[in-house]
């Protein structure tokens, strides 16, 4: 049997572990509502912040997809929580030692002319060493932590917990649909033979996208727990955000269609769009390094997209109504749709008019957040809503780009953009497409 598959003690160790690092945050949050204390919410975000970097793992990587999903939570949590995108303490040559020699065997060295003892950079999930193989080529060797299966699903369970706590006292989105899709994806997230699909994937979904390259898996030096692909050099997104804007606007571009031509192409979209999953070459042309969050959707979700920029455009309620059914809203009401409408005015609002201009354009550094608070207050008054799962890394990736794009004060005829990837779309077409794609690369739909 794996020795590294779920087991009852590796869980019971992550519950205690979990327990100390958020224990008293939520302790003081409690006592301050029942005593009617303030809280300092503040404090205890950034005290939650470094308990979660701490513990690094699936609630960590949680925590970076909550805090770009608007409003979901409070807003000193999330400015906080945004700071795990960065990279966390980095485990010991010793460590590594012993899980590269778990991986590859006992001689693991001599598949290496060289290997760095010190991480290059360090994650939720793993971290990556520098690497040159026998036949010269530069290699990045992703090796995973140890125990993470135990790990996720002891923080799945108390990621259950906290969402039913929450929603005890704010009942304007039920979780319930986000816990799942949230569960299936670090479930993936632990497959690095899975990520070594996605990223053979890419390679084909984009080899024709002079503005993005994709690494390629070295399959001899690869194990379900050890991703080894070439080294892509670049420079973080954000070091180029004083640039002209004519390069700011390559730069923009290219993210754009890394994101979105997999997505209305195949059905296939990158959820997980922080600062660390990509880079920058001299040249303007970016480096997309991480294929653990990725999401296929049934072309049905993909014309529903279509389908509702459209209803926007020629408001027309009718064909809106069928796009939100389509992607898993059930229950509608007319206030509910008029409340999702407002939301998805924002998201589409850059794509309407056949004009250049920024993503947004009310100076607002945080993208979408005048827009979220205004919507989640809406959806509170109404009763809810429950966000279908597909709905969440798609909204991930829209908020994530977008926050990108205002960073970089992109300047973009955003327009003329979608409907060049739009263009000609068939979802009979589409369907045909994904699944002959995916069963090459061995990827169910």
Not at 14 to 26: K, L, M
Not at 297 to 303: K, N, S
């Amino acid at each position: 049997m794996d020795r590294e598959q779920d087991s009852l003690g590796g869980r019971v160790m992550r519950y205690a572990r979990v327990g100390r690092a958020v224990g008293g945050v939520a302790a003081r949050a409690a006592t301050g509502r029942i005593t009617g204390k303030p809280l300092e919410s503040t404090v205890n975000a950034k005290e939650l912040r470094d308990a979660l970097g701490g513990l690094k793992g699936p609630l960590m990587k949680v925590a970076q997809i909550l805090s770009t999903v608007p409003d979901l939570l409070p807003e000193e949590y999330t400015r906080e929580l945004v700071h795990l995108q960065t990279n966390a303490p980095s485990m010991g040559w010793p460590f590594v030692r012993r899980r590269m020699a778990g991986e590859l065997g006992p001689d693991w060295q001599a598949c290496f002319d060289k290997f760095d003892h010190t991480a290059a950079a360090a994650a939720s999930l793993g971290q990556v060493h520098g690497a040159r193989h026998m036949d010269g080529r530069t290699l990045a060797c992703k090796l995973q932590y140890p125990d993470m299966a135990s790990a996720v699903e002891a923080d799945l369970k108390q990621l259950k917990l906290a969402f039913a706590i929450y929603r005890r006292y704010d009942r304007a989105i039920d979780p319930s649909e986000i816990h799942h899709e949230l569960r299936d994806r670090l479930r993936e997230e632990l497959d690095y033979d899975r990520e070594a699909r996605h990223m053979r994937l890419y390679g084909y979904m984009l080899a024709h996208e002079d503005g993005v390259h994709v690494p390629e898996p070295v399959e001899s030096l690869c194990t379900n727990r050890l991703l080894t692909m070439t080294w892509l050099d670049g420079d973080p997104m954000l070091s180029f955000a004083e640039r002209p804007l004519e390069e700011r606007n390559i730069l923009a571009m290219n993210m754009f269609r890394a994101w979105y031509r997999p997505f209305y192409g195949y059905g296939v979209i990158h959820g997980d769009p922080h600062l660390g999953n990509y880079s920058v070459r001299p040249d303007l042309t970016i480096n997309l390094l991480d294929y653990g969050c990725i999401r296929v959707f049934p072309p049905t979700f993909v014309g529903a997209v279509i389908d509702l920029y459209r209803a926007l455009r020629d408001e027309d309620m009718e064909l809106a109504v069928h796009a939100y059914e389509t992607w898993g809203f059930a229950d509608l009401t007319n206030e509910i749709i008029e409340v999702l409408n407002h939301w998805a005015r924002f998201l589409y609002g850059p794509l309407m008019q056949d004009r250049t201009q920024r993503i947004q354009e009310d100076g607002i550094v945080v993208y979408g957040a005048n827009v979220a608070v205004k919507v989640h207050s809406e959806l509170r008054r109404i009763g809810g809503v429950t966000p279908p799962r597909e709905f969440v890394l798609m909204d991930r990736a829209a908020i994530g780009l977008g926050s990108v794009f205002t960073h970089l004060q992109a300047e973009i005829n955003w327009h003329q953009q979608f409907h060049d990837l739009i263009k000609g779309f068939d979802e009979q077409k589409l369907a045909d497409r994904q699944k002959s794609t995916l069963r090459q690369y061995d990827l169910d739909t």
